[in-house]
């Protein structure tokens, strides 16, 4: 099993390599690129935390064609939010989608799964899909991310720290949640350690085709209502990518806030 993390030296994506380099999945080679010289100082440090580990994974720097083919490429690359001026994670919107477009496309490969981590989570993958040409091998974090941030049951759909709708909870949880992240990037610029978890978390269901239900990003193409656009639904996550999108259904003022996901994430879309 080979992966590539697209934006290894950064915080997120270094915090990415570690946690799946430490982890029980089966990853023969970690492939980590970016374009900051930083990038082999993280491969290095990793190399010895492997070796007092006594594991045997490699763990490389590379470039974008030798990362092409990989198994799984986890795409991380792209402005932060720190950088934006702002808590608005659309603010990062055109810059990140220049950086996806020039970056994915040299990785398009038929087998290959692609996890969108870059902000704003739903229109990174939307572009991601397009790109790759087969929605069911892009996923994007988006709303799992909040889900771990809830206090209560259940878990969210819809668009990443915006529009957000509760299945199977109160929906004033969907607030707590996204005021839970704001909380984490004031105090510190950024959340890793979180995304890192549960970027293992949707690895570890490809790796292993647990077929595990997820709410996870995917394009849209007339389910719940809703195409040409990117949000997170419930899916069911294997060696595949993704294996079905799960049908739940939904009252009238649920599919209300779902409809104002969609349009919210067009609107952003427009603009780049």
């Known amino acids: 099993m080979r992966i590539a993390i697209i934006g290894g030296a950064g915080r997120v994506g270094s915090q990415i390599a570690y946690t799946l380099a430490t ?75 220049r950086i996806l477009r020039d970056t994915l496309d040299e990785l398009v490969e038929p087998d290959t799964v692609y996890i969108i981590v ?55 949880d969907a607030e707590k949640a996204k005021q839970a992240g704001l909380d984490v990037v004031k105090a510190k610029g950024g959340t890793w350690f979180a995304v890192a978890s549960l970027v293992r978390r949707v690895v570890s269901a490809i790796v292993n085709n647990e077929k595990a239900a997820l709410p996870i990003s995917c394009s849209l193409r007339g389910e719940f209502g809703l195409s040409d656009v990117a949000l997170s639904v419930p899916c069911v996550i294997g060696k595949e990518g993704i294996e079905r999108i799960e049908t739940i259904n939904l009252t009238k003022e649920q599919r209300t806030v779902l409809d104002r996901a969609a349009q919210s994430v067009r609107a952003v879309l427009s603009t780049i």
Not at 25 to 38: A, E, F, K
Not at 44 to 57: E, F, N, S, T, V
Not at 128 to 149: C, E, P
């Open 23 to 97: 982890s029980t999945l089966p990853i023969d080679v970690l492939q980590l690129y970016d374009i900051v010289p930083s990038i082999n100082g993280e491969m290095l440090d990793l190399q010895h935390a492997m070796k007092a580990l006594g594991k045997r994974l490699r763990v490389k720097s590379a470039s974008l064609q030798d990362c092409r083919g990989a198994d799984i490429v986890i795409f991380v690359a792209g402005l932060p939010l720190s950088k934006a001026g702002t808590l608005d994670r659309n603010a990062l919107a055109k810059e990140n989608a």
């Open 118 to 172: 870059t902000n704003p989570s739903d229109v990174m993958t939307y572009l991601a899909a397009k790109l790759v040409g087969d929605r069911h091998h892009v996923l994007g974090i988006s709303t799992l991310t909040d889900t771990a941030r809830m206090d209560g049951p259940g878990y969210l759909i819809g668009e990443h720290g915006g529009h957000m709708l509760v299945i199977g909870g109160e929906q004033s």
